[in-house]
């Protein structure tokens, strides 16, 4: 077994997604605006990004303690059993998440992002932008996928963020 390693987070999420059960849940993640707080050291490393109009943004999911090695996606019984790396679910040896956003704004050491999926208090580890590279035309996923991203808004929401994607 390898020897642990330790993440130094750059920040923190001051406003994020509302826990389930709290007030003000937003009809979809791509809806919400959140706040990332930056701590002082990493400020000057974020010359430039103001430049791109979405970035990646890694992060702790610092509330999750389980780990899940196979699921039923979403808990759906007609869906089979895989294995937690074939989703995208929070219960992971290592809950690090990846998600996309929108900037908005730099404001100080404030990012001002939209479509965050991470709670308030997440420790945001690393921020890269978004370009050409990252982009994947029309990916294969296994069919409960594509039958659950049809059944959800989720289709809609995205296709309206990123409509270059191209045919579903």
């Not at 679910?89 to 929108?102: C, D, M």
Request: aromatic share 12%.
């Amino acid at each position: 077994m390898s020897e642990p390693i330790c993440f130094k987070p750059i920040g923190v999420v001051e406003d994020g997604l509302p826990r389930p059960g709290e007030p003000q849940r937003p009809r979809s993640r791509y809806e919400k605006i959140s706040i990332i707080r930056i701590f002082d050291e990493y400020v000057e490393a974020l010359k430039g990004l103001e430049d791109y109009s979405h970035i990646i943004i890694l992060y702790w999911m610092h509330e999750e303690k389980r780990y899940i090695p196979r699921l039923k996606p979403w808990g759906i019984e007609r869906y089979p059993e895989v294995g937690i790396f074939a989703t995208r679910f929070p219960p992971r040896p290592n809950p690090i998440a990846l998600t996309v956003v929108e900037l908005l704004s730099i404001e100080e050491n404030r990012l001002r992002v939209k479509g965050l999926d991470a709670w308030t208090g997440s420790p945001v580890l690393d921020i890269k932008p978004y370009d050409y590279y990252d982009i994947v035309r029309n990916p294969r996923i296994p069919w409960w996928a594509e039958e659950e991203w049809r059944r959800n808004s989720i289709e809609k929401n995205y296709k309206v963020i990123a409509p270059w994607l191209g045919p579903l």
